[in-house]
């Protein structure tokens, strides 16, 4: 028996002296299929995480709201300070604004307000000095510090008024609308939802003898 383990012992060896002798040992199954099964998992590991996480959706947009007005007229002197503080209540609680204006109006020809008294006065005497008469510097109000040329009656008279100014070399004046005392005013009522302004009617009704009506909104 002992022959014949020598024999597979020298079998043994003389198939590794082969293998070595050519530089190819084998490898091991797992060794030679490990890069392939690497890159099957980084690809399985990539779409599995895609299916769990998906991108999140992309918000449609959103269509601005366009602007509604109403115009509400007929209202007493004392009817529009009532309903002045009722609209003031409302557009604090919702998106809605609104416009007094008034019915009847004089223009006003001024130049700007300066930023001081001191400014005011050099402005006025520049004014003189170019030969534009009937000025005089605003002292108090939102106007203060700006020079008014003039109260007129309509666009053509305050329109002759600024050409007179601007022949003499005064440029930067501008005309202003200025409620007459005593006027009555109406309201102009500006949202983006139509149910607010529907709201509207029922505030009316405590106002029998006033008018609503649907606008074009001013520019």
């Given at each position: 028996m002992k022959w014949v383990v020598w024999v597979l012992l020298l079998?043994?060896?003389l198939v590794a002296g082969f293998f070595m002798g050519s530089g190819r040992w084998p490898q091991a199954v797992s060794e030679r299929t490990m890069p392939l099964n690497v890159d099957r998992l980084s690809l399985r590991s990539q779409t599995e995480s895609l299916a769990t996480n998906p991108a999140p959706p992309v918000p449609a947009p959103v269509a601005g709201g366009e602007s509604m007005c109403l115009e509400w007229r007929g209202?007493?002197?004392n009817e529009v300070a009532q309903v002045r503080e009722q609209l003031k209540t409302m557009a604090g609680e919702q998106a809605m604004s609104f416009t007094e204006v008034p019915l009847k109006t004089r223009r006003w020809v001024i130049f700007?307000?300066?930023p001081s008294p001191q400014s005011?006065?050099?402005k006025l005497s520049e004014l003189a000095a170019?030969?534009?008469q009937d000025a005089f510097v605003v002292?108090?109000?939102a106007w203060k510090n700006a020079i008014s040329l003039g109260l007129y009656a309509n666009d053509e008279a305050a329109g002759r008024r600024t050409r007179e100014v601007e022949s003499k070399g005064v440029l930067g004046t501008q005309v202003e609308s200025l409620a007459q005392q005593g006027t009555d005013y109406y309201f102009v009522?500006?949202?983006e939802n139509p149910d607010t302004l529907k709201s509207l009617s029922a505030?009316?009704?405590a106002y029998p003898n006033s008018q609503q009506s649907r606008v074009a909104c001013p520019l």
């Open positions: 079998a043994n060896l209202l007493s002197l700007p307000p300066l005011a006065a050099a170019a030969g534009v002292k108090e109000g009522i500006r949202s505030i009316k009704q």
